[in-house]
């Protein structure tokens, strides 16, 4: 039963080309990009905020499911509707971040490994009962030099593995998000390499510890060359070299690969997951869709600023990405589409 409620749920988040908005940022992330913009750092501001995303109209038309944090799925519309609720009226599924972040690991300079699996069990069953039907874990793996270490991988592949399976236990799908990060100067083919051997071990760890691969989602990193890097390819080269490696790496049972945006360009990330539908569609084993929180959110929040009196136009740009990924996900997004 639990099983077939999993893969449901697994498959309703990606119907009709939809994908998934990350809006999962911890409190000091969501800060950092406030203070950027000159809005207040106060939990209201949060909430206001957050509530702008959820009540977005036509929301539900392009995104199945939305990635709250801690803080955002206890609160509630200013008219006291749980955020919970007026996503679940919106036919957008409630999902979770319960990772507790990414810290230094012990004996390897400049590498992380994500905490959180302490009292896991039990945070997800109060998860599931506040109405979250999915979750989420980031491991962030950085290259430069001679990163990254075995160890670094290792250690995340596990976590990762650990935290998946207690998710299935607990009827929630489980979001596995290995992110090989784009900052530094390193090539394309260097990040194509790392991703492989990085999802190689991830799956390894997720066989090893009993994970249904079809009852989980993976959110991995596009290809790309390092943000520094002096060589930048084209859309397709991105789209040729991100599935192919994925090809090599991830098991045809995962239901979909729902990519993160890591710093892209809202245009870009939207782009190279066209190519990637133009090019490859008729033969991939698994749908591939978006997960982006940057790549959907940065517009908006540039334009809201925190002030009421943006927030019409803050919503209308939300709409305006999350409908263009959509579109990205048919293979049908095209420059023209920014024009409006
Ligand atoms: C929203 O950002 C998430 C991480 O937040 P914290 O650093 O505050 O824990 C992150 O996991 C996000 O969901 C994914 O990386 C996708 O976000 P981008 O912006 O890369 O699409």
Known sequence: MKSQALRDIATTLFGDN??????DESTPTCNKRFARL?????EEARRAYRELIVTTPGLGECIGGAILYDETIRQHKKDGTPFVKVLIDAGIIPGIKVDIGAKELAGYP???VTEGLDGLRDRLAEYFGMGARFAKWRAVIAIG?????RCCIAVNANALARYAALCQEAG????????????????IESCSEVTEKVLREVFCQIHLQGVVLEEMILKPNMVLPGSDCTSQPSVEEVADATVNALLRAVPAAVPAVAFLSGGQSAELATARLNAMSVRFKSRLPWAVAFSFA?????PALELWKGRDENVLAAQQALYHRAR???TARRGEYSQEMEKV
């Open 172 to 187: 929630l799908v489980p979001i596995v998000e290995p992110e090989v990060l784009m900052q530094g100067n390193h090539t």
């Open 324 to 326: 263009c990924n959509q």
């Open 38 to 42: 000159g809005i207040p750092q106060t």
């Open 294 to 298: 940057r790549a959907i959110q940065q």
């Open 145 to 149: 030099g001679d990163l990254p270490s």
């Open 18 to 23: 939809k994908g998934l908005l990350a809006m």
């Open 110 to 112: 400049g590498e992380k």
